[in-house]
């Protein structure tokens, strides 16, 4: 195991509702950055957070935030749900001062 | 055009052929290399991680990185049925905050 805990690991919800993701690691990194990856597609970056703050944000509406907790825990929140939200989201730890990241086992959300 | 491009197969070999997966890339500010395998329901695991140009040996895989072709490697010799996975390349840049990943290679390796 990855050491990289993602809560729940399957989520179905309908079009226009919210959703919160969760993620936690047990080394207690402080930097955590969550990826988007569709069915058949590589991961595509949404934020990261570094102590508590957002610290870079790609392609993603504001419909989708986050927050980091003193723990390094994070959510993931996702409005106003679309049908093109349906994948496999995935947080990540960063390892050290490296750039390879520890990577959870993702939570598969399906909106219907 | 995508900044990393990549082959998305599928890949079908024999086991105990020498495999070799590739990526190519646009940016020429990339400086760090990552390969990543993911089983089917998990996570990208690390594989092996390159900075700059050059060769990285790790067991039965090999990384190699060609920066002035823009052009990533990855071989697996003595491949296994173990290996059947999704190979995905992913790179960033100094400061940067995210890996850039290319689409991913789906591997299977026949018994």
């Known amino acids: 195991e990855t050491g990289v805990t993602q809560s729940p690991t399957h989520l179905i919800k309908t079009r226009g509702q919210q959703v919160t993701l969760r993620c936690s690691s047990q080394s207690g990194h402080n930097t955590v950055s969550w990826y988007q990856q569709a069915l058949g597609q590589g991961p595509q970056f949404i934020f990261q957070?570094?102590?508590?703050?957002?610290?870079g944000r790609g392609n993603f509406p504001p419909r989708f935030s986050g927050l980091q907790f003193p723990n390094y825990s994070s959510e993931l929140n996702v409005n106003a749900l679309e049908l093109d939200d349906s994948a496999l989201y995935l947080c990540?730890?960063?390892?050290?001062?490296?750039?390879?990241?520890?990577f959870g086992s993702g939570t598969r959300l399906t909106v219907v | 055009q995508k900044e990393v491009e990549q082959d998305p197969g599928p890949l079908s070999v024999p086991e105990g052929a020498i495999v070799s997966l590739n990526c190519t890339y646009s940016n020429s500010a990339f400086q760090y290399f990552m390969w990543y395998r993911q089983y089917s329901r998990k996570g990208p695991e690390l594989l092996m991680y390159?900075?700059?140009?050059g060769n990285k040996e790790d067991g039965r895989f090999t990384a190699q990185v060609d920066k002035s072709s823009k052009y990533i490697s990855l071989f697996i010799r003595d491949s296994q049925p173990s290996d059947s996975a999704t190979y995905l390349c992913?790179?960033?840049?100094?400061?940067?905050?995210?890996?850039?990943f290319g689409q991913g290679t789906r591997l299977t390796i026949n018994p």
């Open positions: 992913a790179m960033s840049h100094q400061g940067a905050q995210k890996l850039v």
């Open positions: 990540a730890f960063q390892q050290g001062t490296s750039y390879g990241y520890t």
């Open positions: 957070y570094y102590r508590e703050e957002e610290n």
């Open positions: 390159t900075y700059s140009s």
